[in-house]
């Protein structure tokens, strides 16, 4: 991704990832106020995603195999497909996080999980932990917190991002702690909403001549999130540099992934913090 993200700038390609928080006005005129310095150095913060049950397309076919077919449709449930759920819905979450420290990406990360077996939407297969909760360290020091998952429970999204001067929800302007409330810069855009507006850059960069290149930031977005569920998996301190260098992947052998034959493939057992093994490089 990091090299189609370095050919896309040398043909001058454009490229829009769906972070679609990224072309939302409000988003962007607090973003630019943070990027200005109005919060002081960026100290920490909490960003959330957590959600109802999720859903379930159909028992098992074929009897009890796990076949290809069944494991797609069902994808949400499947890390290979999904990543869990820090990777497929929080992501959203963490690249603000990322945008707000100006796409520095975090050295470290460190979590805990937790997985709840017959939970709202969760049958007994998925693969998905139900919670988890990491710390991403950032260059400068400042520590943010992550919180995502599924199930009974209180359901919460959104970003908080805290500075040496005050603090932000990323969309509403800056908090002051002199009781100063900074409103937000006036961002125009074409289309109010997001998911909207990003297509329409798109096709407006193309037409233009303006190149939008989102694949480095969606690629490092991705990234912490990956980094994010390892911390949880392992119980261990996750350090972004080892991560990069190992060569590992989730997915299942070539062979199995023959849609007409439609074959079994394996469930990886459940990681279990304190025997799940780190990637390596």
């Known amino acids: 991704m990091f090299e189609a993200a370095r050919q896309a700038d040398e043909k001058g390609l454009t490229i829009v990832a769906g972070t679609q928080r990224r072309y939302q006005a409000n988003y962007q005129g607090t973003m630019s106020l ?13 960003f959330g995603w957590r959600g109802g049950g999720i859903w379930e397309r159909g ?19 499947f890390n290979w497909l999904c990543g869990d759920q820090i990777v497929e819905q929080h992501v959203h979450n963490l690249d603000v996080m990322l945008w707000c420290f100006q796409d520095q990406h975090p050295t470290s990360a460190y979590g805990v999980g937790y997985r709840v077996e017959g939970a709202a939407g969760r049958p007994s297969y998925s693969h998905m932990y139900s919670g988890m909760a990491v710390q991403f360290e950032f260059p400068n020091g400042a520590r943010c917190m992550s919180w995502s998952g599924h199930g009974n429970i209180d359901g919460y999204w959104g970003e908080r991002i805290v500075g040496t001067n005050g603090t932000s929800n990323c969309v509403d302007g800056l908090d002051l702690y002199s009781g100063v409330k900074v409103p937000r810069q006036d961002v125009q855009v074409a289309h109010g909403d997001p998911y909207v507006q990003e297509h329409w850059a798109m096709i407006d960069a193309i037409r233009n001549g303006r190149q939008i290149n989102d694949t480095k930031a969606v690629t490092e977005s991705t990234f912490m999130a990956v980094m994010g569920r390892e911390a949880c998996y392992s119980g261990k301190r996750v350090d972004w540099d080892s991560l990069l ?11 199995l992934l023959d849609l007409e034959a439609d074959p079994d493939i394996p469930i990886p057992e459940i990681a279990v913090p304190g025997r799940y093994k780190l990637p390596e490089a």
């Open 59 to 77: 028992g098992r076919r074929k009897g009890e195999r796990n076949n290809l077919q069944w494991q797609l449709e069902n994808w949400y449930h």
């Open 245 to 255: 260098a190992s060569d590992f992947s989730l997915m299942p052998d070539e062979d």
């Open 34 to 46: 943070i990027h200005a310095g109005g919060l002081g150095e960026l100290t920490g913060g909490d």
